[in-house]
Structures are given as C-alpha cells and as structure tokens.
Nanobody, 120 residues
Framework: QVQLQEAGPGLVKASQTLSLTCTVS??????????WSWIRQPPGKGLEWMGA???????YYSPSLNNHTSISRDTPKNQFTLQLNSVTPEDTAVYYC????????????WGQGTQVTVSS
C-alpha cells in the first residue's frame, strides 16, 4: 500500500520559514487523479487543510494560508514539500501529509505526522 513519511525540523524560531518534506513510497505522486495534501492539527484543535499539489503539478491553497504557504514537488524523488513562511507560535502543530482523490478531502493514505513547535 502507499506509504507517506513526513520529515522536517521539530523546532523552528518565529519569523523563520518552515520546510517539511513528504516522501511517498509504493505509489507515485504523478498517478492520475491523485492529490497530495498538507494538513495540520494545532494542540487542542481540529484538523486544518493547508493545501495540496495534484498529479499534474497544479497547486491548491487554503485561502487563510495562501499568502505564506507554498507547495512544490520533486518527481524523481517522489516527494512533495511544504514551505510556510514567517511562522509564529500559532503555527505549532502536528503536520500530516496525505493522499486523496480530490485537492481537498477524501484521503485514503496518511503519514504518521510530525510535531513542529515554533518558539517565540
């Protein structure tokens, strides 16, 4: 089955850029009609969809995060990356990558999640 694994720094200072990479195995990020999302869960809160990159390379962003979020991919490495600029302590969360059949929702595979803490 498809496996996703997040990687990135566990601790980031406020105002810096957070970069997280999701490595996909047993599947391809270019598979038709596959969409690869970043989702986060702040402590004590629900899941928040941040954005996605589609099989063709198209990107989709949450309107609330569009101004400081960027998602890209490295197809030879079968990875996709989240960059979140100018982070604040409110960006502290567990960050997940997931695969769906739409840009948002309908996820069938998830990574295990990675904790990111933003220090002030």
């Amino acid at each position: 089955q498809v496996q996703l694994q997040e990687a990135g720094p566990g601790l980031v200072k406020a105002s810096q850029t957070l970069s997280l990479t999701c490595t996909v195995s047993n599947g391809s990020i270019t598979t038709a009609y596959s969409y690869w999302s970043w989702i986060r869960q702040p402590p004590g809160k629900g899941l928040e969809w941040m954005g996605a990159i589609g099989y063709s390379g198209s990107t989709y962003y949450s309107p609330s995060l569009n101004n400081h979020t960027s998602i890209s991919r490295d197809t030879p490495k079968n990875q996709f990356t989240l960059q979140l600029n100018s982070v604040t302590p409110e960006d502290t969360a567990v960050y997940y990558c997931a695969r769906g059949d739409k840009p948002r929702g309908h996820y069938d595979y998830w990574g295990q999640g990675t904790q990111v803490t933003v220090s002030s």
